[in-house]
């Protein structure tokens, strides 16, 4: 078999009939299977069931009564059932069209990746599927954090937080993987090195059912990253938090020799510009050196954005010590916790960001149906 397309549903019945028929007609050229794992509560295992027997490929359901880890368990289960070595995840909304799917198996019969991607973000994507303006921050919001988090793993993946993706099964430890919540690409990235790959795909409309969005949801991507990646970005915040003090006791001193405060909150500003970034280099980021250019170009680039940082954060504490009546120092504590998160993304994607080997290679229709159509089973 050269395809195990895998769905996840909960209370989908509205949307299968669809699915199955679209994904049928997209891959009648493939060998191929689709798997449900189902966690409902309502009739979908029943609509699964129905319209399995009216395909002429094979259609199969795992319904999970107790189930764990969430979306990401269920795909843990569907990979442990899959038939073949390939495995399409995809939702069961319809929010990722099936028509996407020969593209991925284009890209991946070139041999060269363990993983391809459908991405929203890379050229040629779209998220117009997201529910607003608040939704596509928060996704836009996520994705740039979570790349922040894991810029070698994530080097060449513009959308980590996508379900729509195709895998090589041998290329993941099963074991290894500790499903929670519903980014399973996120798991997956994070647990090892994988050669990627993308195509664009359009991010589509529900067709049928509600969002199963929540705050909830949102709480559990927070845990999964934070538990993921909490050394990186603890140490950082370590980092950050020995420059902070040392900003706010240099700051302190020379206000009692005499200095305004504004004067001196710019000359500790730099002076810890400077430490902060020599222990970034031989604690934080001390693993990304050697990939992502000389020391000097690294220094330019964190003191730059450092200034400029300084430039937009300084004037904000006369506004806090003269509107609200703040105590200076107090209000230069409050801009640089506001300013962490930005500094580490910032260190993260673009001062320490692995340099480009190479000019990645353009994968046409025509080169790509030069590959083999089946993949290797």
């Known amino acids: ?13 509205g949307n299968v009939a669809e699915l199955v028929r679209r994904i049928g007609a997209a891959l009648h050229d493939v060998d191929f299977e689709v798997v449900f794992v189902d966690d ?9 069931q129905a319209v399995a027997a009216a395909t002429d490929f094979p259609v199969r359901l795992i319904h999970r009564d107790e189930p764990e880890g969430g979306l990401s368990g269920a795909v843990l289960d ?13 939702d069961g909304d319809l ?13 991946a019969a070139l041999g060269d990746v363990d993983i391809v991607v459908a991405s929203r973000y890379v050229a040629g994507g779209t998220a117009g599927g997201l529910a607003g303006a608040t939704r596509t921050a928060v996704s836009r919001t996520s ?3 979570t790349k922040a988090m894991f810029p070698r793993k994530l080097h ?14 041998d290329t993941v430890d099963l074991d290894d993987l500790r499903p929670r919540g519903f980014k399973i690409l996120l798991e997956i990235l994070a647990r ?6 993308e195509i664009p795909f359009a991010f589509a409309t529900r067709f049928a059912g509600e969002s199963k969005a929540t705050f909830s949801q949102g709480m559990r991507f927070l845990t999964q990253l934070a538990m993921l990646r909490f050394g990186r970005m603890s140490a950082f915040a370590l980092v950050g938090g020995v420059g902070a003090i040392a900003n706010l006791v240099i700051m302190w001193g020379l206000i009692h020799l005499g200095m305004n405060y504004l004067t001196a909150a710019i000359i500790a500003s730099e002076v810890t ?28 680039k964190s003191f730059a954005f450092n200034n400029v940082e300084a430039v937009v954060r300084i004037p904000i504490i006369p506004l806090l010590v003269q509107g609200a009546h703040i105590p200076s120092v107090l209000a230069a504590a409050i801009t640089l916790a506001a300013a962490f998160v930005v500094r580490f993304v910032y260190h993260a994607l673009w001062v320490y960001a692995p340099k480009r080997k190479a000019t990645a290679r353009i994968v046409t229709p025509a080169v790509a149906r030069t590959a083999e159509r089946t993949l290797e089973s």
């Open 40 to 48: 409902s509560t309502d009739d979908t295992p029943a609509t699964i």
């Open 156 to 169: 060449g993946c513009t959308d980590p937080m996508t379900g729509f993706f195709l895998v090589d099964r």
């Open 273 to 300: 510009i400077i430490g902060n970034f020599l222990l970034l280099e031989y604690l934080v980021f001390a693993d990304m050196r050697s990939e992502s250019g000389q020391m000097w170009v690294r220094f330019l």
């Open 95 to 107: 929010q990722h069209p099936p028509e996407d799917i020969p593209r991925m198996l284009d890209r």
């Open 192 to 197: 090892r090195q994988m050669r990627i790959g």
């Open 1 to 13: 078999m050269d395809l195990s397309v895998i769905v996840p549903t909960f209370n989908e019945g």
């Open 78 to 90: 569907g990979f442990r059932n899959a038939q073949a070595r390939w495995c399409l995840v995809m």
């Open 143 to 145: 994705t740039l954090l």
